[in-house]
């Protein structure tokens, strides 16, 4: 068994807590870095999954864990843990685990989830779009859809992510999300498999040759998988396209690190904008 085996990887430490009087992991933790691990493949095939299983009319129960121990972790480890989805039945699946540090394998485990009926709990199907997003995940296929038009075509759905995200998450006032530059915006929004919208941004017009990208925001639940840097890159494509120089941006402070990855550089000393920190940041075109 090797990392390379699995496209969904968890990266995470052992704490102090999760060792043992021998000093080394307890054997019901990795149980718990395999269930963590299952929550990142949901946001590896962008499905919130509270909301996705409610589209799909069911829920995912586990109805069997093996695990086999190779070598022992011990407290500050790095390690990688691995989901796979390795079989589907007619109302199961079955999923391969690993835990890696470095190359070596220190445990492997198989998980069989049963997927049941929200009233009965009792088994059905496994619904046919959720049965393609395994096998087409697996198969290497993209988990989103990025799209671009109006705000007639697209704006429903931004507003449901912006509302989720800096009205309720952050608390600035609905008034202040909304604006006069939403009507003649090119909006961008990320769809999933289930066509659910999990991110969203805009692009306007800042001056002449300069484009003013803003209100990027990516669904709680399935952060840190790139949706964000798809929607940017689909707004900065289209920026170029129209023939703009330069590309600019008000960040929240907390995001500074991820579009100076993707090339940003900060102009100027942080300020506040809707209670929050932000900073303008740039780059070219």
């Known amino acids: 068994m090797h990392r390379k085996d699995f496209r969904c990887l968890l990266r995470l430490r052992v704490r102090w807590a999760e060792v043992d009087m021998q000093k080394i992991v307890f054997n019901g933790h990795y149980l718990t870095y395999i269930d963590t691990a299952m929550s990142e493949y949901w946001r590896a095939v962008a499905l919130p999954y509270e909301a996705a ?67 009965t709990q009792t088994s059905r199907p496994i619904p046919a779009a959720l049965r393609d997003i395994f096998a087409d995940y697996e198969a290497g296929a993209e988990m989103v859809e990025v799209r671009t038009g109006d705000w007639n075509t697209l704006g429903r759905d931004a507003t449901q992510l912006r509302m989720a995200v800096f009205v309720h998450e952050q608390g600035i006032p609905a008034e202040e999300d909304a604006d006069a530059f939403d009507p003649t915006a090119l909006h961008a929004v990320a769809y999933n498999r289930l066509g659910m919208p999990v991110a969203t941004g805009r692009l306007t017009q800042e001056s002449q040759g300069v484009a003013r990208i803003g209100r990027m925001a990516v669904e709680h639940s399935v952060r840190g998988q790139q949706w964000g840097r798809r929607i940017l890159e689909a707004l900065l494509a289209a920026a170029r396209a129209r023939g703009d120089r330069v590309a600019q941006l008000h960040a929240q402070c907390s995001a500074e690190g991820f579009y100076r990855r993707a090339g940003f550089e900060t102009v100027g000393a942080p300020y506040e904008e809707a209670g929050i920190a932000h900073v303008t940041m740039q780059r070219a075109l």
């Not at 190779?70 to 007619?90: E, F, K, S, W």
């Open 53 to 119: 299983m409610q589209v799909l009319g069911g829920e995912m129960v586990v109805k069997k864990a093996t695990l086999e121990y190779h070598a022992p972790a011990r407290v500050d480890d790095a390690l990688q843990v691995g989901m796979r989805c390795a079989h589907l039945g007619n109302s199961s699946c079955r999923f391969i685990a690993a835990i890696f540090r470095d190359d070596k394998p220190l445990v492997s485990g198989e998980i069989v989830y049963v997927f049941s009926d929200l009233q």
